[in-house]
Nanobody, 114 residues
Framework: QVQLVESGGGLVQAGGSLRLSCAAS????????MGWYRQVPGKQRELVAS???????NYADSVKGRFTISRDNAKNTVYLHMNSLKVEDTAVYYC????????WGQGTQVTVSS
């Protein structure tokens, strides 16, 4: 079955960087658009970055210029490189296929301190 396993979160000071990873299994990873989402308590989950099978990327305005999404189809893994982190980036981060959502993984907590 489909499995999404996120990792790489942690506690970082504002201005710092983190790299998140999402390992996918159970489907043909390379043909799907992949996305990174984030959620804070009491708010809807939001899509912050996506990358198509061909490598076209899109970003939410709130992260544009600071976050970079990439993928390694040989490893069935999508990454989110986060730079210049802000306190408001604090959230649980998840990956999924925006066009065909799968069951959500456990996510990875990112906490940015001031």
């Amino acid at each position: 079955q489909v499995q999404l396993v996120e990792s790489g979160g942690g506690l970082v000071q504002a201005g710092g960087s983190l790299r998140l990873s999402c390992a996918a299994s159970g489907y043909i990873f390379s043909i799907y658009t992949m996305g990174w989402y984030r959620q804070v308590p009491g708010k809807q989950r939001e899509l912050v970055a996506s990358i198509t099978s061909g490598g076209t990327v899109n970003y939410a305005d709130s992260v544009k210029g600071r976050f970079t999404i990439s993928r390694d189809n040989a490893k069935n893994t999508v990454y989110l490189h986060m730079n210049s982190l802000k306190v408001e980036d604090t959230a649980v981060y998840y990956c999924n296929k925006p066009e065909f959502l799968d069951p959500w993984g456990q996510g990875t907590q990112v906490t940015v301190s001031s």
